[in-house]
């Protein structure tokens, strides 16, 4: 027992290690991805998206190019040594299987780079974004697993306005994702409706193909650029408003209170930041920490998840 207890601990130091690194990822691989499309330039909005008008040329970031590549370098070295640990000498589950996706993951990412250095094509700037913070959250669960407090599927109602909550959560990102991806930002510049509109039109759905070619920005009031930021707020609020209700019923029990409070925090912070990253003329700072931010609120989310669980074992 004292064995399997300090392989536990083990897994569980090197998991909230993979987390650190995968986090600073993001927050670099944002910095480098905004600067990249012009958000902060001199010259700001003329100078947004100049990068779509031409050929993709090699961009220069310095020590921030190198902060990138030794937090993913030393991420995959830590990840692979996790996969080791949770599967040697005999796996612990789901921790194993959690971590060989996490592995994957990173895998897939490295052979997705080529092509990430041509902003013309959104989805690979897509994929790149959500698998960033699909690093984050893998390696939290890991982290999460090591916890051997049984779990049961059976949360009760506040288990049910959870899952929705996660699911618009979940539908807020990837929007949030694919309006960075293409060059939606200037589509929008009010609050909060989009320039006198409140509801997106039927043109504007053309914009969540995934298999588009960028050659320019969506101007401002763009019907599909439109359609991406109203959808993008109409589910953050409904995110809000349901993971807001599940954390006040968390509230109640003191062993899902600190991830209710955690949550809650989170929530009206991303939200605020939102609102400021708009408010403000898109500044770079507030939009790379708004992007950070989704992926503590998506580990804060899934930690209360498997508290909840365990709650409902308990009972």
């Known amino acids: 027992m004292n064995s399997a207890d300090g392989r536990l601990r083990q897994i569980r130091v090197i998991a909230q290690c993979v987390t650190g690194l995968t986090l600073m990822v993001v927050l670099v691989s944002a910095c480098m991805r905004l600067e990249g499309a012009g ?32 937090g993913a370098s030393s991420s995959l070295l830590l990840a692979c040594f996790l996969v080791w640990r949770c599967l040697r000498p005999y796996p612990i589950q789901p921790a194993a299987l959690q971590a060989l996706l996490l592995l994957m993951l990173m895998l897939l990412l490295a052979i997705l780079g080529p092509w990430s250095s041509d902003p013309r094509l959104p989805l690979v700037g897509f994929l790149n974004i959500m698998g960033g913070l699909l690093l984050v959250n893998l ?75 960028l050659t320019a920005a969506p101007l401002p009031g763009d019907a599909g650029g439109v359609a991406l930021h109203l959808l993008h707020r109409y589910l953050a609020l409904a995110a809000v408003l349901l993971l807001g209700m599940t954390c006040l019923r968390s509230l109640r029990n003191a062993a899902t209170r600190v991830s209710a409070l955690a949550v809650l925090a ?12 708009v408010s403000s003329g898109l500044n770079l700072w507030l939009v790379v920490s708004h992007g950070v931010c989704t992926a ?9 998840q498997r508290r909840q669980r365990s709650v409902a074992t308990m009972q």
Not at 43 to 68: K, M, N, T
Not at 266 to 277: H, I, M, R, T, V
Not at 296 to 304: K, R
């Open 139 to 213: 390696s939290w669960r890991v982290v999460l697993s090591t916890d051997t407090t049984p779990e049961s599927e059976n949360a009760g109602r506040a288990g049910i306005l959870l899952r929705l909550g996660v699911a618009s959560l979940s539908l807020t990102v990837m929007l949030g994702a694919w309006m960075g991806a293409s060059y939606a930002a200037l589509a929008c510049s009010t609050l909060p409706d989009c320039n006198g509109v409140w509801w997106p039109s039927a043109k504007g759905w053309a914009a969540l193909n995934p298999w588009i070619r």
């Open 296 to 304: 503590v609120l998506l580990a804060a989310v899934i930690t209360l």
């Open 39 to 70: 958000l902060g330039c001199a010259d700001w909005p003329e100078c947004y998206a100049q990068a779509l008008s031409s050929e993709p040329q090699a961009l220069h970031f310095g020590i921030v190019r190198i902060l990138h590549r030794i």
């Open 266 to 277: 989170l929530l009206f912070f991303e939200f605020g930041l939102g609102g400021a990253s």
